[in-house]
């Protein structure tokens, strides 16, 4: 294939701006992931750009040492793959069945859908909701609230109308029904949106705290984020006051300050979902074309 | 195809045997504590001395940030010698937000220790209102060692239910109470830099001026950046306008004028001072705008000449520098004030506690449960039990040394000073002192840098004892319509009175400022603060 | 008369056979629907919070009712016209910058031909999306500063300034700093949803163009861009709901009292009320207030899309 020398300047241009534009993105965090090997009281001079200074992983031992990091970890990856699986299912599922003409309601399910997008009932309504239905202090109120949202229903929709409509004609011709269609041709077509709104519920779950901070005491049972919170808290050497004697340093170096913690959670958090995406982007190819459909 | 159903499905499996595992955890540990109420349901049978069933207590901390590890040395020293079993859980949320919550829903844990401020107490009282938890007054009457921090008609004014006139809440940690307080706020300035200008500290805007002039003069750049004479955060700035206007409020002495700092007459004053710091280069153009990081970074490069602060950030920095240099450091420095004008408070003793314990109903009615646990508060409140469930049993981790004062062993203090209080956690101490009770006369070596015990008298003459009259007079209707949008509104006009080129033009947008108070409400609000006042002391 | 009874009965039998043949279709749809009526409709007695003078002990019904009072108090409050108008316009600015950023990032990486870098430039792009916005904020913050600040600094150093620009503390100069951070913060994690449209598209119809002479750009315009065109409608009209969500936590960590003036947005402003309070009648009513205007935004965007022959929402 002959390539024009326009195509090449393109080309060229194209990946200097994303390399530059890669650096910006990148820099923040690699900073980060030094700020977060330095010792803490050294990283509050300022002036640590690329590489630690005094370089200590005491940040991380103070994270790992502790005993209740394993419930943490688990109940993150427990409602990361069981909640967004579920929800992926359950919304395309709704999604698909909505995308069809010949569904009765199906204004009405959608005006349904669009309004709960505006209004929400508000924390009490919520919290005695979730008292009522069992769920405060357990694990499924991280699954079960978060399963549905209008938005991910209308962008799966939205795909699936896009789909030729041919395909699922000659799959009925053959006898198939929704589910096979669903199941067989939908579904292996979409994985490119599959991917992506799972990569969504997932980094959705993963993030979050805002669950167990509301709904959540038993202190086995908070996800990975709260945890980290709560680490960062505890560092805080001006809470002053808070425990009515007043919280007091000697006069040993330390090495870990809230900030160092801070960043040490934040590449805790942030380096296990990061590895999601590269390895979702396999399915980011073309769905392959199965049945008799031909030209 | 067949892979990808594959991979899925194998991924479904992980993602349930997880939540089995899960689950069965759980009820492991569903089976290993039994509810409260089940166990001391077990009530004294006969008048046979037999041990009765340990108490269980179910209790919840709202606003704390720690809590020690399920299984933890205090906790069993507990059970064994006080037949108590404290399980402790915390919300990390909203103190009011949860307090509301569980108010709506009707269900209180066995007993809830909260942090206590104007919102949160009205809430618990509603908690009292609802029958939800029980009122306390004649335990605070048989056990009167509770209140030995408290004062009875403040506690009257701030934590009885105004319907009733009842205590639902046991106030605690009195770290404000005259006889325990320690000063942590005040201006810190930079020592070797002082000796090098061969001045004193400043203790008048004066010399304040003059001082920091010195700076600028005559201390070379740090590490290749200039120096900054003085920079505030938030905190520093608020607190050196009471350089003019004597406190957050001020009140005169017949009750019948009052100022916020905010509109106080002197207060054009501080903008001028500010103004002047700033034309002449000894304020940093940052002080409006940095963020936390941005202000430690500057203290701990040791750039910084003259500010205002809590102790912790600046043992930090003087952590860092005196690695470097023992004489490089920060120390207190004395109020700054101003002759005729009253002495500014940057601290005030008074009755407050920080938090609060209430009790359930539920847990109260059951058989002996309020009784027991009002004598373990009790115990907790005597000298040694707060020694002990503050430090640990006697020579464990504390002994006594020369003077005849706990010291923590030395790698106890190894562990503590980690700062990350993981010693804490894994021992429980500190934990369950739920009365967070000092002792007083102290019988622990004072803790803290050499820097927080020169503060102590450095910073004496800005600690003043709350005349108890101004908080526990309360607020009102005014007051909630109007102070959210009082008290940042003087932060946007220092923004532009003090960058003003001139005096006369700083001068000009106080009194700017000054009359666009009157209009967005400050007139109600103290009109109402003065009335209520007034009502106060007729009772 | 027995021909209507016996057009009725065919009517009901054939909806029954209706129903039994797309029978998967309403058990796709059903658990849906009944999830939507627990978790959203239940509680959304809640939004009568806004008209009442709450009292959680009475509960929402039995609370007193006072109509608009609560939304008066709001429009009424000082900084009225201010707050809106900053919620406002950095909102339209978001969407004005923010929205085809993402866009324009997915086609510039679907040029790239080398796979490796490809990968490689995709997963950085989307890692500032992780890191949460008060260390963003602290980051920029520093980056910005007048006290040796890298950008001050670069720019000084390549002359195209004399003295270090006060960019947080310059009001006009907030929104920008808003909207940029925004961008960078979400246009790799923007990416991946046009990412998935694009790569749906058949590489046949680019070897078409190639045949017919078209260049890189007009191939991105014919082919590229029409295949991601539903899927931006889609999102465009989904982002009106949130016309007068300025972005709270961003905002409320970027600001600082210099340029308050062009950083108080509507939920700063709410929450900052809140606090002395823990009252929720102001900010139902707020949300509330938001509420119609996104739903007003919506459905007139929907509405012009529709007009314009596209798939609208409904």
Redesign the interface.
Do not use: H
């Given at each position: 294939m002959i390539i024009s020398r326009g195509e090449k300047i393109f080309q060229g241009l194209n990946y200097l701006f994303l390399t530059v534009l890669s650096f910006l993105f990148i820099y923040p965090f690699w900073r980060i992931v030094a700020l977060s090997f330095n010792e803490g009281y050294d990283s509050s001079r300022g002036g640590i750009h690329f590489w630690p200074r005094a370089f200590t992983l005491d940040n991380y031992k103070t994270i790992f040492v502790r005993s209740d990091i394993l419930d943490a970890y688990t109940i993150t990856i427990g409602r990361t793959l069981i909640g967004s699986i579920l929800s992926i299912l359950l919304v395309s599922l709704l999604a698909y069945g909505l995308s069809k003409n010949r569904l009765r309601g199906r204004k009405a399910i959608n005006m349904m859908l669009i309004i709960t997008m505006f209004f929400s009932g508000g924390l009490i309504p919520t919290y005695l909701l979730f008292k009522s239905l069992g769920l405060l202090n357990s694990f499924w109120v991280y699954v079960v609230p978060l399963l549905y949202s209008a938005s991910s229903v209308f962008i799966f929709r939205s795909f699936f109308r896009a789909l030729p409509a041919e395909l699922e004609e000659s799959a009925m011709i053959d006898g198939a029904n929704d589910l096979t269609v669903y199941a067989k041709i939908a579904f292996p077509l979409s994985l490119p949106i599959f991917a992506t709104m799972g990569l969504f519920s997932a980094v959705g779950h993963w993030n979050d705290y805002m669950m167990a901070t509301l709904y959540v005491t038993k202190q086995d049972l908070i996800p990975m984020q709260s945890l980290l919170m709560k680490i960062l808290d505890l560092t805080r050497s001006n809470k002053g006051a808070s425990f009515g004697m007043v919280d007091l340093v000697s006069e040993t170096r330390k090495t870990v300050t809230p900030q160092s913690i801070k960043m040490a959670t934040l590449v805790v958090v942030v380096m296990p979902i990061m590895c999601v995406y590269p390895f979702l982007q396999k399915y980011f190819v073309k769905g392959v074309i199965i049945g008799s459909l031909k030209g | 195809m067949r892979k990808r159903w594959k991979a899925i499905s194998l991924v479904l499996v992980i993602g349930l045997m997880t939540t089995a595992l899960m689950a069965c955890s759980n009820n492991k540990e569903k089976a290993a504590s039994p509810s409260s109420s089940s166990s001391s349901s077990s009530a004294p049978e006969s008048s046979a001395p037999a041990k009765e069933d340990p108490l269980v207590v179910n209790m919840l901390l709202i606003g704390a940030t720690e809590i020690p590890q399920e299984n933890n040395p205090m906790r069993q020293w507990l059970l064994e010698n006080k037949n108590i079993d404290i399980r402790l859980t915390m919300s990390n949320g909203e103190v009011a937000d949860q307090m509301n919550m569980m108010l709506a829903g009707g269900d209180v844990p066995d007993v809830v220790r909260y942090v206590t401020n104007e919102v949160s107490n009205s809430i618990l009282n509603k908690w009292g209102d609802a029958g939800l938890i029980v009122p306390l007054d004649e335990w605070l009457e048989k056990y009167p060692n509770l209140l030995k921090f408290s004062d009875k008609s403040y506690n009257k004014s701030v934590y009885a239910n105004k319907k009733d006139g009842k205590m639902y809440v046991l106030p605690v940690n009195f770290a404000n109470h005259p006889d325990v307080i320690k000063k942590v706020v005040g201006f810190f300035v930079k020592e070797d830099w002082l000796k090098q200008v061969g001045m004193e500290a400043p203790t008048t805007p004066d010399e304040l001026f003059n001082v920091l002039m010195a700076f600028k003069e005559k201390i070379a750049d740090v590490d290749g950046k200039p120096i900054i004479p003085a920079t505030f955060d938030h905190l520093g700035r608020q607190s050196f306008m009471y350089t003019w206007t004597k406190n957050w409020y001020n009140l005169s002495e017949d009750h019948k004028e009052l100022y916020w700092w905010f509109n106080h007459p002197q207060i054009e004053e501080y903008m001028v001072f500010m103004n002047k710091l700033y034309n002449n280069g000894l304020l940093d153009r940052e002080f409006l705008t940095q963020q936390p990081d941005q202000y430690q970074a500057k203290l701990s490069s040791g750039r910084v000449g003259f500010t205002f602060n809590t102790h912790g950030p600046m043992d930090m920095a003087n952590g860092v520098l005196k690695a470097g240099d023992a004489n490089n450091r920060y120390v207190p420095s004395v109020p700054i004030r101003i002759e005729g004008l009253p002495m500014p408070i940057h601290g005030a003793a008074n009755y407050n506690g920080f938090e609060g314990i209430a009790i359930s109903k539920k847990f109260a009615e059951n058989g002996r449960n309020l009784e027991r646990l009002m004598e373990f508060l009790n115990w907790n409140a005597t000298d040694e039990g707060a020694l002990l469930l503050q430090n640990g049993v006697e020579g464990e981790y504390y002994v006594k040394n020369a003077e005849g004062l706990f010291e923590p062993k030395p790698e106890v203090k190894a562990e503590l000073d980690k700062g990350d209080k993981s010693f804490e956690m894994s021992t429980g101490i500190t934990a369950y002192n739920l009365l967070k009770f000092n002792v007083v006369p102290s019988v622990t070596v004072e803790p803290g840098t050499e820097e927080f015990k020169l503060a102590q008298s450095a910073w004496a003459e800005g600690l003043a004892v709350d005349d108890n009259l101004f908080n526990p007079a309360g607020t009102g209707p005014e007051w909630d319509k109007h102070w959210g949008n009082l008290w940042p509104e003087i932060d946007k006009w220092q923004a532009k009175a003090v960058f003003a080129k001139t005096e006369e033009e700083a001068r000009k947008i106080t009194k700017e400022m000054l009359e666009h108070f009157k209009k967005i409400g400050a007139p109600e609000v103290t009109e109402e603060k003065l009335r209520l006042i007034d009502e106060y002391l007729k009772k | 008369m027995e021909e209507k009874l016996e057009r009725k009965r065919l009517n009901q039998t054939s909806l029954r056979r209706?129903?039994w043949n797309?029978?998967?279709?309403?058990l796709?749809?059903v658990?849906?629907?009944i999830?939507?009526l627990?978790?959203?409709?239940?509680?959304?007695?809640?939004?009568l919070?806004a008209f009442k003078d709450y009292d959680?002990?009475q509960?929402?019904f039995a609370s007193e009712w006072v109509g608009l009072a609560n939304f008066k108090?709001f429009f009424n409050?000082?900084?009225f016209q201010v707050i809106l108008t900053n919620s406002i316009a950095i909102s339209l600015l978001k969407m004005l910058f923010g929205f085809p950023a993402p866009i324009i990032?997915a086609i510039?990486?679907n040029?790239?031909?080398n796979r490796v870098?490809k990968?490689?430039?995709?997963?950085?792009?989307?890692?500032?999306?992780?890191?949460?916005w008060v260390?963003?904020?602290?980051?920029w913050?520093?980056l910005f500063?007048?006290?040796?600040g890298v950008v001050n600094n670069l720019l000084v150093s390549l002359g195209l300034i004399k003295e270090p620009i006060?960019w947080?503390?310059n009001p006009d100069l907030f929104w920008g700093m808003v909207v940029a951070s925004d961008i960078?913060k979400g246009i790799?994690?923007g990416t991946?949803?046009y990412?998935?449209?694009i790569?749906?598209v058949?590489?046949d119809q680019y070897e078409s163009a190639v045949i017919d002479g078209a260049?890189?750009l007009r191939q991105i315009w014919h082919i590229t861009l029409p295949a991601i065109r539903?899927?931006i409608i889609?999102?465009f009209i989904?982002n009106m709901?949130g016309i007068l969500d300025a972005g709270f936590e961003q905002v409320y960590v970027f600001q600082?009292?210099?340029?308050?003036?062009k950083a108080e947005i509507i939920d700063t402003y709410v929450m900052?009320?809140g606090?002395?309070?823990?009252q929720?009648e102001l900010?139902?009513a707020v949300?509330?207030f938001k509420?119609?205007i996104?739903?007003m935004a919506?459905f007139a965007v929907n509405f012009l899309v529709k007009k314009l022959g596209e798939?609208g929402?409904?």
């Open positions: - | - | 209706e129903l797309n029978r998967y279709l309403y796709f749809v658990p849906g629907v999830w939507f627990i978790f959203c409709y239940q509680p959304m007695y809640g939004v919070i959680i002990l509960g929402v108090e409050s000082p900084n990032l510039l990486l040029e790239v031909r870098f990968r490689v430039t995709q997963t950085i792009s989307y890692l500032p999306f992780f890191v949460s260390v963003v904020a602290g980051i913050y520093e500063s007048t006290d040796g006060f947080f503390g960078w790799g994690f991946i949803i990412l998935a449209s790569v749906s058949n590489t260049n890189r539903p899927t889609l999102l989904l709901a600082n009292s210099m340029v308050l003036d900052k009320m606090i002395f309070r823990a929720y900010a139902t949300g509330v509420s119609i996104g739903m919506l798939d929402i409904f």
